[in-house]
C-alpha cells in the first residue's frame, strides 16, 4: 500500500506516460525493517530509478510514513517482464531523458536529394516518421555503399525526436549491438542489455549484414526483434545486399526481414547527382559554376560519397587559390580519383547523339556550315566533349573537321553562360548527357 501511494503522488509530479513506463511494471513485494523490498522486470530498470526517481521516492516515503525507508531491488528471473506492457509511441512533450546514440543533425528529410534512384525509399522513410510502429514495420533498406541508407535511417530518428520528443529512438550499427551484447555477457548484465534494446520506440539498426551468421548476436537480435515488433515499435534496418541474399543462422529472420516493407536505393542518375553536388555546395556556402558541376556529376558515377569527396577536394582548392573554379581545374584535381571511375566517353559517341537529337547529319557537325541550326548543336558537341572526355581543346578541334582549339574553347565559354543563364537549357544538357552515357555503357 505505501508503494501504490508513493507511486501515485510521484506520477503527479513526473507524468502518466513516464510513470506507466517505468513504475507500473514494478511489484512491491514486502516492507520490513523500514526497507522496501521491490521487483523490477531488469537491471536496466533497477538503475533508471535508482538516478531518475529514488531520492524523490525517499522524500514520498518520509511525509507518508514519517520514516526513512530504502529500496532494495529483486531483478525479475522471468524474461517477459522485460519489456513494460505495449503503449503508443510517446505523445509530443518534454525532451526524454532517455540515453540514446548520437542522431546526426545533418541527416534530415530536408537535406536528402531525391531522384528516381531513391524516391520509393524516401517517401516510405518519411511516413514511418510521421505513423512509426504502423503498416511499415519493419522497414529494410538495402543498396550498395554510399547511396544514402544511413542518411535515411538518421534522418527517421531526428524527425520522430522532432515530432514526439519522448519517444525512445536508438540508432545504432549492427557492429555495436554485438560488441554490447558480447561486453554484457562478459559482465554478466545480459538483462540491462535487454532492457535498453526492447524498451525502446524505434529501432534504427545500420549493417545489419554484419550481424548474420554471428549465431548468438543474431539470436539475441531475433529476440530483440519480435520484442519491439509485438509492442508495435518501430524497426529500421539497412543492409548492403537484400534479405534473400543473406544467410542467417537463424532462417526465420529472413522472413522476419520482409515482413513490412524492402526498399532498394540504387546508384543515382546524373540529374540526381547534380543536384546532389548543388545542395550539397550550397550547404557548404561554396560557390560551383554549373559547367564543373555536370563534369563532376559525369565522371563521378558510383555513389554519393565519392561526389562528396570530390566537392571537398575542389572546395579545398578554390580556398587556398581564391580563384572561380573552372573544368579544367577540376579535371587536374580529381584525375587520380575519376580515372578508375569514369568510362571513357568517345567524341563519336557524342556527335552521333547530338546530331540525332537536333536532326543533323555527324558530316554537319565537322563541316562549315554556319546556319542557326547546326551552330548551336555543333557548339554543344565541343562543349560536352570538353565536359566528358579527356582530350585537349587542340585534339577535340581536329574531331570537328580539324578546326583550331580557340573555336572550341570559345564554343565551350558560349554554351557554358547558356547553361549558367538558362535553367531549362541546362536540363537540355544534362539530358544530352545521360543520353550519351546510355550509348556508351
Known amino acids: 500500500e505505501l508503494w501504490i501511494r508513493a507511486v501515485s503522488r510521484l506520477r503527479g509530479d513526473i507524468g502518466e506516460e513516464q510513470a506507466d513506463l517505468w513504475l507500473k511494471p514494478v511489484e512491491a513485494l514486502r516492507l520490513e525493517n523500514q526497507i522496501l523490498q521491490i521487483k523490477v522486470p531488469n537491471k536496466f530498470f533497477s538503475n533508471w530509478i535508482k538516478e531518475h526517481y529514488q531520492k524523490k521516492l525517499s522524500s514520498i516515503f518520509k511525509t507518508l510514513a514519517g520514516l526513512e525507508i530504502d529500496l532494495d531491488y529483486e531483478v525479475s528471473k522471468d524474461l517477459r517482464t522485460v519489456l513494460p506492457a505495449a503503449d503508443p509511441i510517446s505523445e509530443p512533450g518534454p525532451q526524454s531523458d532517455f540515453p540514446l546514440s548520437e542522431l546526426n543533425p545533418r541527416y534530415t528529410f530536408s537535406s536528402f536529394v531525391i531522384g528516381d534512384s531513391n524516391r520509393f525509399a524516401h517517401a516510405t522513410a518519411e511516413s514511418i516518421s510521421k505513423n512509426p510502429g504502423t503498416q511499415y514495420n519493419p522497414y529494410f533498406i538495402y543498396g550498395d555503399v554510399g547511396l544514402g541508407k544511413t542518411h535515411l535511417l538518421h534522418a527517421i530518428g531526428n524527425a520522430m525526436r522532432q515530432e514526439r520528443p519522448r519517444a525512445r529512438v536508438l540508432y545504432t550499427t549492427s557492429e555495436h549491438f554485438v560488441n554490447e551484447f558480447i561486453n554484457s555477457i562478459r559482465q554478466n548484465k545480459p538483462d540491462e542489455f535487454r532492457g535498453k534494446y526492447r524498451n525502446l520506440d524505434c529501432l534504427l539498426i545500420d549493417d545489419i549484414q554484419f550481424l548474420i551468421a554471428r549465431d548468438r548476436s543474431e539470436q539475441e537480435f531475433f529476440h530483440t526483434f519480435n520484442s519491439l515488433f509485438n509492442a508495435h515499435k518501430q524497426v ?41 553536388l548543388r545542395k550539397k555546395a ?8 554549373d559547367d564543373v558541376l555536370l563534369f563532376v556529376a559525369t565522371a563521378v558515377k558510383t555513389n554519393i560519397r565519392a561526389l562528396e569527396g570530390s566537392l571537398i577536394r575542389l572546395k579545398a582548392f578554390s580556398s587556398m587559390t581564391g580563384s572561380a573554379l573552372t573544368v579544367d581545374d577540376a579535371k587536374e584535381i580529381l584525375k587520380d580519383s575519376i580515372s578508375s571511375d569514369a568510362s571513357p566517353v568517345r567524341v563519336e559517341t557524342i556527335q552521333r547523339v547530338v546530331a540525332f537529337k537536333y536532326s543533323v547529319d555527324v ?25 566528358m572526355t579527356d582530350l585537349s581543346l587542340k585534339e577535340i578541334g581536329r574531331c570537328f573537321g580539324g578546326r583550331d582549339h580557340t ?4 564554343s565551350r565559354q558560349k554554351i557554358k553562360k547558356l547553361v549558367e543563364g538558362d535553367p531549362f537549357f541546362l536540363e537540355v544538357v544534362n539530358k544530352l548527357q545521360s543520353d550519351i552515357q546510355a550509348v556508351e555503357n
Open 236 to 276: 529500421v534496418m539497412s543492409s548492403d545486399r537484400s534479405p534473400k541474399e543473406m544467410s542467417p543462422s537463424e532462417q526465420r529472420l529472413i522472413s522476419r526481414f520482409e515482413w513490412g516493407v524492402v526498399a532498394d536505393i540504387k546508384a543515382p542518375d546524373l540529374e540526381t547527382r547534380i543536384a546532389i
Open 407 to 410: 573555336t572550341v574553347l570559345h
Open 363 to 387: 558530316k554537319d557537325l565537322k563541316g562549315n556550315q554556319r546556319t542557326s541550326s547546326v551552330t548551336l548543336p555543333r557548339q554543344l558537341a565541343m562543349y560536352l566533349s570538353c565536359i
Open 282 to 289: 550550397a550547404i557548404e556556402g561554396f560557390y560551383v559554376p
